[in-house]
């Protein structure tokens, strides 16, 4: 099998070696605070005495899987904390995968790229399916892609890198389509703080032992570094999920648990809020600027991201590089994620100089 190396890897270290300044739009990394109980959680944990720093339950800590189960209103045992939300999606699909219902996993196009990885990985196949300009997923394209062959059908709200958010209507239709192709939806919903249309409905707001639902609190806490999400199985499902996590992992990190586990119980709901602002804000200021540099480009409705298309400048890996050496803004090109936006460029708005990036893109094109 060949593994690729992630194409941000690539944009990152042409970016970092650039003969100028260059603003990281790149990947998505909050550049805001974590909440401020993450951070005493964490000093705290510094002086607890040795036990503290042992393996915690391969599952996850039991206090904050049942913080989490009662946040999201399920049973504790269905809940397994994983390295984010990226192994929580690993652990959903190969437990559809091993199912043996199929081997077909329908991912949508634009795809965040880590699903079509994963699946061959696991020794899936993939069938995509479009979604529309503005990145609506037509539940009847799903249903007309699906089969008997569909092992999972992998959708993400809100999305990256569209900014779609999927309605309660189209998630219910989603599990259906699970349902009658005795597949698994898995719903991924890093995001869900980020939701800035009020429309974000969780795959969990469905009952049905077809769907198994990612997160974590990398986004939503700014801590990418920390490793901490979860995935919530049916109950069917969960114990070989649980033993594939102590497998591959043995346990997560106790530390990082324990902080999070603060953070969760002690942070208002204004920090979230804040952050909510904070890219409403960004994403005023970089569209207005695409705006007058003439492109083309989506409003995201959550995540945080825009994609944007320039007119005879397409979105390549080498106009990404010649970005970055004309206007310094580095961006994604379009075909890390999937055919249909290869014309298009997306820029991450995770840093204080989105201000310095609109102007930059608004000078070089208008
Ligand atoms: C859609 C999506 N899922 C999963 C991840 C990975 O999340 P984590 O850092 O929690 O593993 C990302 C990160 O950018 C993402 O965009």
């Given at each position: 099998m060949e593994y690729e190396t992630p194409l941000f890897f690539r944009v990152m270290s042409y970016a970092s070696e650039a003969d100028r300044d260059v603003i990281d739009m790149?990947?998505?990394?909050?550049d805001w605070e974590p909440p401020a109980a993450l951070r005493s959680g964490l000093r705290e944990y510094?002086?607890?005495?040795?036990?503290?720093?042992q393996y915690p339950p391969s599952e996850g800590l039991r206090e904050l899987r049942e913080e989490i189960a009662a946040r999201r209103g399920?049973?504790?045992?269905?809940v397994v904390v994983t390295n984010g939300a990226g192994e929580a999606n690993y652990l959903a699909m190969a437990r559809a995968l091993e199912r043996d219902r199929g081997e077909e996993v329908v991912l949508t196009?634009?795809?965040?790229?880590y699903y079509p990885g994963k699946t061959t990985m696991l020794g899936g196949t993939q069938t995509f399916v479009a979604v529309d300009d503005e990145g609506r997923l037509e539940p009847s394209d799903v249903r007309a892609a699906a089969s008997e062959e569909t092992a999972a059908i992998v959708v993400n709200?809100?999305?990256?890198?569209?900014g779609a958010v999927y309605d309660g209507e189209t998630m219910r239709e989603l599990v259906a389509i699970a349902e009658e192709c005795d597949a698994i939806l898995v719903s991924d919903e890093v995001y869900d703080h980020f939701d800035l249309s009020g429309r974000f409905e969780s795959a969990l707001s469905i009952e049905s032992d077809h769907r198994i639902v990612t997160n974590a609190f990398s986004k939503s806490m700014a801590i990418t570094g920390f490793r901490v999400g979860y995935a919530i199985f049916p109950s069917d499902l969960v114990v070989d999920a649980k033993s594939r996590h102590m497998l591959v992992n043995v346990a997560g990190s106790r530390p990082a648990q324990y902080a999070v586990l603060r953070a969760l119980r002690e942070t208002e709901p204004d920090y979230y809020e804040r952050n909510r602002d904070l890219l409403r804000g960004r994403i005023e200021t970089f569209t207005g600027a695409l705006d007058a540099a003439g492109a083309e480009y989506t409003t995201p409705r959550g995540s945080f991201y825009v994609m944007a298309r320039f007119d005879g400048y397409p979105g390549t890996l080498e106009n990404v590089y010649r970005l970055i050496d004309e206007a310094g803004v580095a961006g994604m090109p379009g075909d890390a994620f999937g055919?249909?936006?290869?014309e298009w460029f997306r820029f991450a708005l995770v840093t204080p100089r989105v201000e310095t990036a609109a102007e930059r893109l608004s000078t070089r094109f208008a």
């Open positions: 790149v990947s998505g990394n909050p510094a002086d607890r005495e040795p036990s503290a720093f399920v049973d504790a045992d269905q196009d634009p795809v965040y790229p709200t809100p999305n990256n890198p569209t055919e249909s936006r290869s």
